[in-house]
């Protein structure tokens, strides 16, 4: 299941090869702040686009619920239920009850926070798949599982319950989720969408008597690494998990495409023997050149205390320079024709991306570059210029150069 914040995005997931994906509509979600979001009237547009080449559609209404809001929700999930989204992602009662009497599927979020049996059994009356706490270590999911297929429990559909984890992106220090840290300083809450990040700043510690400070072993220690379960992913998939869940919708599409793809590409590989230590150190080389603050493998394998980052931001280590727009595309010939708007240089060789709504992410080596007819040796700030390409681009997407990060620390 891929992340969506954008139509790049999306389209960015249907290259990667995700079996579906999920995404915020309005101001019910848990990114309908502090990420790019969708409007209600995008969403029939969403889902004709992913059912078209075959996903499943999730609709994400995981915030708290106030009473002034509840005509709101019924609005989006009755529209959810008009333009067939696949289910709704929900954790509050009053979203799960009413999708439920109108006949829409609930998947169960994380802020509920369900670590052991009697929840899934509670849960079970309301929905068919669930996603377990992030805290659980690995042997206690295999157990839910276990315990599920052992004792038959089944969702409103009639089917056996699954069980969803997150397998790659963002982890937060509070417990599944549930911070209240920006509604204590900026008066912006995370469990309603709006989580200023507060956590991932350096600070300063300072003692008050004799106003010394200290900055704590330059270690971001409320910020954890970002999750990533590739290199283990096969014991995962043993513990009966049924939905591998990406974190990122406020990410970049380059970054929801090359995250499906790797995560795509193993469980395949899972199911083929060719699951390899050389095709891990690949796929996590892979991983890191798009947005990451490091990984760590979270608290699967039974770890009872986070890494944190050692810097603020990302660590990726590939960084897109933006050029400028693509102002034509001459399919006969194969031939985009961009315009350079910033101050930077391109060369042949020069490793590119393209990102636009109907592209999704194109990435190649660009060869020869020419102004008019002319091959040149560069391409400047205001110059009209054209490149070969192997797929077509459309007006208006986007350029960039990739360029390699050298790490300094």
Avoid at 170 to 193: E, F, I, P, T
Avoid at 259 to 284: F, H, L, M, N, S
Avoid at 390 to 396: Q, S
Wanted: net charge negative.
């Amino acid at each position: 299941m891929a992340p969506v914040g954008s139509y790049e995005s999306l389209q960015a997931a249907i290259q990667g090869g995700a079996d579906a994906v999920y995404f915020g509509v309005g101001n019910l979600n848990m990114r309908s702040r502090s990420a790019a979001n969708f409007t209600l009237d995008d969403l029939e547009k969403i889902c004709g686009i992913a059912h078209q080449h075959g996903l499943r559609t999730y609709l994400t209404v995981n915030t708290i619920i106030y009473n002034h809001e509840i005509d709101e929700m019924h609005r989006l999930v009755d529209e959810a239920k008009r333009v067939g989204v696949s289910a709704i992602i929900a954790s509050d009662m009053a979203v799960i009850t009413y999708a439920n009497s109108i006949g829409v599927e609930v998947h169960i979020s994380t802020q509920c926070n369900i670590s052991n049996v009697e929840a899934v059994r509670f849960f079970a009356q309301f929905a068919d798949v669930m996603v377990t706490a992030r805290e659980l270590p690995l042997r206690q999911v295999a157990e839910i599982t276990q315990y599920i297929k052992d004792n038959e429990i089944r969702g409103p559909k009639g089917e056996l319950v699954q069980i969803e984890v997150f397998a790659h992106g963002a982890l937060c220090m509070s417990v599944s989720g549930k911070c209240y840290l920006s509604l204590d300083n900026y008066n912006y809450s995370a469990n309603r969408g709006a989580c200023l990040q507060l956590c991932r700043r350096e600070y300063l510690v300072k003692d008050l008597e004799s106003d010394m400070e200290l900055v704590v072993d330059n270690k971001y220690i409320m910020s954890p690494k970002d999750l990533c379960t590739i290199d283990f992913l096969d014991k995962i998939v043993k513990a009966g998990v049924c939905v591998l869940k990406i974190e990122g919708r406020g990410r970049s599409a380059d970054y929801v495409r090359t995250v499906t793809e790797c995560y795509k590409e193993a469980v395949a590989a899972i199911e083929d023997g060719t699951y390899t230590p050389e095709r891990i150190a690949q796929w996590k080389k892979r991983l890191s050149t798009v947005f990451n603050r490091g990984f760590w493998d979270g608290y699967y394998l039974g770890r009872k205390m986070g890494e944190w980052t050692e810097r603020y931001g990302s660590q990726a280590t590939e960084n897109k320079v933006y050029l400028g727009i693509v102002k034509n595309y001459f399919n006969r010939i194969a031939v985009a024709e961009a315009q350079m708007q910033t101050a930077e240089t391109l060369h042949p060789g020069d490793e590119i991306m393209v990102i636009g709504e109907t592209t999704g992410v194109y990435r190649a080596t660009v060869g020869e570059l020419r102004l008019e007819r002319d091959p040149v040796d560069v391409v400047r700030q205001g110059e009209r210029f054209s490149f070969a390409t192997n797929e077509p681009l459309h007006r208006g997407d986007k350029l960039y150069r990739i360029d390699k990060i050298v790490d300094e620390f």
